[in-house]
């Protein structure tokens, strides 16, 4: 036996190691986290087809080159957008007893504004000049508008925010049966607060 | 008892390993400078807008398009704002076959399922986007999401 024993190496120092590698990973791994707002585009339509929707369900958002805002045909800042897109979206105007009766809107009623959401529409026009800053800031808002609402009825139906359940499907915290569940569920709160937001086609730069 | 004892006397003296701590700084800082997350090189100014209703992006069945001026090292190609897909400059009527290239690096199965990210600067033109949503929709990829900064413009 006249193996020498090989001295020990000291490994106290692992712990800082490990250390390093821990903070390694987590420098670099949350570099990638792109959220955004998505949207559907209109399918390419062969033909133009007139649409017939009545001016009192239409909501008119204009943008125009120096980024400055006229809802429904008066002049409007930019942190009152949400507040006037829900009080629109809202208003629930079709009179009690007609099919159109909104039972779950909680708005004015005024018979000036939206018959129920189903009917209501936002409508987008921006100039080619103006900033993509200011068109995301409509998009977020007018976005934020029918979350509001989508919110506000998921909570009464189910207890639920719409905003987190459709968090929880995204993220696939919620999968299996109990996601159809939510899935149905947010079908139906998207059934009474549809988005329909449309954008009208940009007016040449300058008008 | 003794036995064990006795082999001390010929040891080789312990590693010092005061100096490992400084080792593994170094390729530590080695590797935060020198890896880039990005798949592709950004020719042109990317500042974002900021939004907070937003939905997070399914990276594996998306495809980039860029947009802005020419990013700092890229003045030479001018001040307009300009459509970068992959790693080159693009123009309108060139999209659809920028995009189909990308589109097939894409898993077969997720190709139907494609959903473009625009990322576009902030001191764009609308009409720029108007113009490759216009485009994207001949092409019928109807499925965009713009991509935004967390925040809120009304805090500023």
Redesign the interface.
Known sequence: MARRATPEVNAGSMADIAFLLLIFFLVTTTIEKDKGIARQLPPPIEQDQDVIIKQKNLFIVNVNKNDQLLVEEELADLKDLRQLAIDFLDNGGAPSGTPDYCNYCKGKRSPESSDNPQKAVVSMQNDRLTSYKMYIAVQNELVAAYNFLRDREAQRLYGWKYTEMKKGIDEGDITGSRADDIQRKMEVVQELIPLKLSEAEPKKSGS | MSKFNK?KS????????AS??DI??M??FF??VV?V?RDSNLLVMQRL?????????Q?DRSVFIYAGKPGPGYEKYGKEAKIQIGDKYTDVTNIRFALEELRRKLRPELQDKI?I???????????L??DI?QE???Q?????????T?G???DE
């Open positions: 082999k010929g040891d080789l003296p312990a590693i010092s390993t490992l701590p593994v700084f390729l530590l590797f935060m890896t997350l807008p900021k939004g907070d209703q937003v939905e997070k992006l990276k959903m990210a625009l990322k576009v600067d902030e001191e764009t033109n609308t009409g986007v108007t949503k994207l929709r001949e019928n990829l109807l499925k965009l999401i713009y991509i935004t967390p809120n413009q009304l």
